[in-house]
């Protein structure tokens, strides 16, 4: 067993509110920087800088799994995350036939900018990835399972586009294993009776480089791998 310092939410150029500076070859290094040894790339409803990310994390000698933060048609916000490239574009392309068919208004919501591990831009998305898909809360957990993810609620403290926030309660229907929270969350939070022995931890859901912390926690690995990874989460952390 070995600790690994993680942090599993993370937006690159491809999501509209995230900053351009974010190219996943700088997103990368800031996080080997920060001394994270596992993190994931979680754009909005897309997948398509994962494999730049992946690569390039490598490169600095991070462990990337490949994932996206969906929205569901409640406008919860939640982090899926796949063992490899293979089964995170599987759930990229059932997500984008659930998403409205609207283009993205770059000048508005901003650019959505494919780009390769190397810095270079390889072209920009204009469907719209930033709005609702049609996937409700109570389908993410089984539709990531079903390309060999794993999924559960983003950012569950904040007062929008949270599960919290959007759908009242956390319901163990969903069957979500964990929860995120971010590092504002109040201390008393897990002491709703529907929290009552939530498993969860938290990210730093980075839209800016200077948003990726310093390693702050960590996860006991036999290996590190995606899958090591992936099984922790499910097991409740642990
Ligand atoms: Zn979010
Ligand atoms: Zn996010």
Not at 225 to 236: N, S
């Amino acid at each position: 067993m070995a600790r690994y310092a993680f942090d599993l939410h993370m937006h690159s150029c491809l999501s509209p509110c995230g900053s351009e500076d974010n190219t996943p070859n700088s997103l990368a290094g800031m996080c080997a920087l920060a001394g994270l040894d596992i993190v994931a790339l979680t754009d909005h409803n897309a997948v398509g800088n994962c494999g730049a990310f992946l690569r390039a994390a490598e490169r600095y000698g991070v462990l990337a799994l490949p994932g996206m933060e969906l929205t569901t048609a409640e406008e919860a916000h939640v982090v899926c995350l796949f063992p490899g490239l293979e089964e995170a574009r599987a759930f990229g392309a059932l997500v984008k036939d659930r998403l409205p068919p609207l283009k993205n208004k770059r000048d508005i919501y901003g650019p959505q900018i494919l780009m390769d591990e190397d810095d270079n831009v390889l072209g920009e998305e204009d469907l719209f990835y930033a709005g609702a898909t049609t996937i409700s809360a109570y389908e993410a957990a089984g539709l990531a399972a079903s390309c060999g993810g794993l999924a559960y609620p983003a950012h569950i403290d904040r007062p929008s586009f949270s599960l919290l926030a959007n759908l009242g309660l956390w319901d163990p229907d969903m069957g979500f294993a964990l929860a995120e929270i971010s590092k504002n969350c109040p201390a008393d939070l897990f002491r709703r009776p529907d929290l009552q022995g939530v498993p969860h931890i938290t990210a730093c859901d980075a839209h800016y480089l200077d948003q990726i912390p310093d390693a702050h926690q960590y996860m006991d690995l036999p290996r590190r791998t995606p899958q090591a990874a992936l099984d922790w989460l499910r097991r409740g952390c642990r």
